[in-house]
């Protein structure tokens, strides 16, 4: 797909984009797996980067033997919020002047992710940057989570553009296809500890710099 040639809005995804907590979810994942008795490493969990936890989790509490159920796990895990609350977070070198300069040149920033409000609301206010956002969707306000093109459709509705004047910046294969459904030109973000598959990107960067 070629980059639009009108740029009305650029919409990025938080984890592993914006904000490198994809890691810090991966350790808080394998210390609960911990406490339900399973010692999983890091390879291993990385499975559960961009995915959904009822699909990838219950393989690896099956692999190794856990008692407890996926629903156990997902109680312990409260969504992650332990990381958007307590871990060390900060934005990824340059994208806050980034999300500034397009501001400022008249061009809607929004955000798209399959976490839950609640944490991502959070973590954007103690990273300070919560109003340069214009919108805001997140896992719990769509019904249809990524891949499927609903959450950007929805960005796009709020923000009040079209599809092809859209720039969506995303780490994962899964957002991606999300985005990309969604009629949007993709620019990969690998700047992160963890960097998946973004193949099907239009564009990839590794630096918002």
């Known amino acids: 797909m070629p980059r639009p040639e009108s740029l009305d809005a650029v919409l990025f995804d938080f984890d592993g984009t914006l904000c490198n907590t994809e890691i810090e979810n991966l350790y808080l994942a394998q210390d609960i797996l911990r406490q ?15 995915g ?7 393989p690896i509490l099956e692999r190794h033997h856990v ?11 409260d969504d992650c919020y332990r990381t958007y609350a307590e871990a060390s977070l900060s934005v990824e070198p340059g994208a806050t002047e980034l999300l500034d300069d397009l501001r400022a040149r008249g061009v809607k920033v929004g955000l798209v992710s399959m976490t839950v409000s609640r944490c991502i609301l959070t973590a954007l206010a103690r990273l300070g940057i919560l109003s340069r956002f214009d919108a805001i969707v997140c896992g719990d306000m769509v019904e249809n989570r990524k ?3 609903d959450p950007y459709l929805r960005a ?14 995303e780490d994962s294969p ?9 009629g949007c030109y993709v620019i990969a973000y690998t700047g992160c500890d963890i960097v998946q598959d ?8 590794n630096s918002f710099c």
């Open 156 to 169: 796009m509705e709020l923000l009040g553009v079209r599809p092809s004047a859209c720039v969506a910046v």
């Open 198 to 205: 973004v193949s099907a990107a239009d564009e990839v960067i």
């Open 147 to 149: 891949p499927a093109p």
């Open 67 to 77: 008692a407890g159920t996926i629903d156990d796990y997902e109680r312990l895990r």
């Open 52 to 58: 959904e936890d009822r699909v990838t989790v219950p």
């Open 174 to 182: 899964t957002g991606i296809a999300s985005a990309k459904a969604a």
């Open 36 to 50: 339900m008795g399973a010692e999983v490493s890091r390879e291993e969990l990385e499975v559960l980067t961009g």
